[in-house]
């Protein structure tokens, strides 16, 4: 068998799909903290808080069963979901309010941070261990990924309303997004060792076999996951230094794109591999 089924025990794909939908959402509403509130006005956050709120609520209907588990990392992800989307309702009115809406959304991403390390065994269908936290781990550095590009995306968006605000701030954005790719690089391999991950059957049966099934997935992440992105992203900060907003937003756009679809991709490896990927 070339590509290889999800486990028995595994989460279904209601299951995973949330924890990329949590990721999307905490990513988004966790990357304000890198933004002055003295430049961007309470709308700004406002606009990102119900972004958030919206995502973080698909992600506690997906979850929905998981509330009647009796325990165990599922409940645990269920209500640490629910604690991020009260903190980010809460946060969106209190906007006006610079330090508590600051404080708030940190309580924020920690709750949603604290989830997706839970989604990790809950994905995989097994307790809490050393291999089953580093698939959580992986989930979290996919948030910041996928916030990174989010944010820089509507930020972008802003600036076509707001010509006064400084270029700096979506440069610091697009970094962000850089960092956050370079890390998707290079963190799952990392996380693969030092959780002690198998490599999948096919792979050693035969490295045709593997790049023909589940190798052909990381690939595809790999290429349009973080390639593709990679390359927009220094495009766009080169727009962004000529003060070209429009170019630059434009091509966050297509990065945003592939950054979701890599994500997503990486997400279905982890239910149906195990593996940090």
Same mark, same amino acid.
């Given at each position: ?14 299951? *995973? ?25 309470? #709308? ?5 808080? *119900?972004? $958030? ?7 506690? /209907? ?9 325990? @165990?990392? %599922?409940? =645990? +992800? ?12 809460? =946060?969106?009115? +209190?906007?006006? *309010? ?9 309580? #924020?991403?920690?709750?949603? $941070? +604290? @989830? ?25 550095? %996919? ?27 979506? =440069?610091?954005?697009?970094? #962000? ?47 349009? /996951?973080?390639?593709?992105? /990679? ?6 900060? =080169?727009? #962004? ?35 940090? *990927?």
């Amino acid at each position: 068998m070339l590509f290889s089924p999800l486990p028995a025990d595994a989460a279904p794909f209601s299951g *995973w799909f949330s924890a990329f939908v949590l990721a999307l959402g905490a990513g988004t509403t966790g990357l304000l903290l890198l933004l002055p509130r003295a430049q961007l006005t309470p #709308a700004f956050f406002r606009l990102h808080g *119900w972004i $958030g709120l919206a995502l973080g609520g698909i992600a506690v /209907g997906l979850r929905w069963t998981d509330f009647g588990s009796g325990g @165990g990392p %599922a409940i =645990q +992800a269920a209500w640490l979901t629910v604690g991020y989307c009260v903190l980010v309702f809460l =946060q969106i009115l +209190a906007a006006d *309010w610079p330090k508590p809406s600051s404080i708030l959304l940190l309580l #924020a991403t920690l709750s949603a $941070g +604290a @989830g997706l390390l839970a989604d990790g065994p809950r994905i995989d269908g097994t307790d809490w261990s050393l291999a089953s936290t580093t698939l959580g781990v992986d989930l979290i550095s %996919a948030a910041f990924a996928l916030g990174s590009a989010n944010v820089a995306m509507l930020l972008g968006h802003w600036y076509l309303v707001g010509s006064d605000l400084p270029i700096h701030l979506l =440069q610091r954005v697009i970094l #962000a997004l850089g960092l956050a790719l370079a890390l998707r690089l290079v963190l799952p391999i990392a996380l693969t060792i030092v959780g002690g991950h198998p490599l999948p059957e096919s792979a050693e049966r035969s490295t045709s076999e593997f790049l023909l099934g589940d190798g052909l997935f990381a690939l595809m992440k790999l290429a349009l /996951g973080i390639a593709l992105p /990679g390359a927009l992203t220094w495009m766009s900060y =080169q727009c #962004a230094r000529l003060r070209s907003t429009m170019a630059a937003t434009g091509i966050l756009y297509v990065a945003l794109v592939f950054v979701l679809v890599g994500e997503l991709i990486s997400t279905y490896l982890i239910a149906t591999l195990s593996l940090p *990927w």
